[in-house]
Nanobody, 121 residues
Framework: QVQLVESGGGLVQAGGSLRLSCAVSGRIFSINDMAWYRQAPGKQRELVAT???????NYADAVKGRFTISRDNAKNTVYLEMNSPKPEDTAVYYCNAVVQPTIVRITTLYWGQGTQVTVSS
């Protein structure tokens, strides 16, 4: 079984910084794309950033220039560095990963359980 566990969430002041981590564990042959999403109260889940296995990144316009996604393939971990967060960035942040558990199995999208980020003004 594959598990994703996020950490690093909490309360941060606007203009500060926070780093989220998401570690993938379990049966892993390879990990392809990884991503961060977020969901604010009363809103749909939205994409924040993605990163390919080769390190190519993509960002939502709302966070471009402030957030940085990165990954450590040796640790099967993806990070989200949040710089200069704003109150509107308050949400539950979820990571996901496209994982191939074994060489003979197809890839599957897995999600973490989410971590709360609250940005105070």
């Amino acid at each position: 079984q594959v598990q994703l566990v996020e950490s690093g969430g909490g309360l941060v002041q606007a203009g500060g910084s926070l780093r989220l981590s998401c570690a993938v564990s379990g049966r892993i042959f390879s990990i392809n794309d990884m991503a961060w999403y977020r969901q604010a109260p009363g809103k749909q889940r939205e994409l924040v950033a993605t990163i390919t296995s080769g390190g190519k990144t993509n960002y939502a316009d709302a966070v471009k220039g402030r957030f940085t996604i990165s990954r450590d393939n040796a640790k099967n971990t993806v990070y989200l560095e949040m710089n200069s967060p704003k109150p509107e960035d308050t949400a539950v942040y979820y990571c996901n990963a496209v994982v191939q558990p074994t060489i003979v199995r197809i890839t599957t999208l897995y999600w973490g359980q989410g971590t709360q980020v609250t940005v105070s003004s």
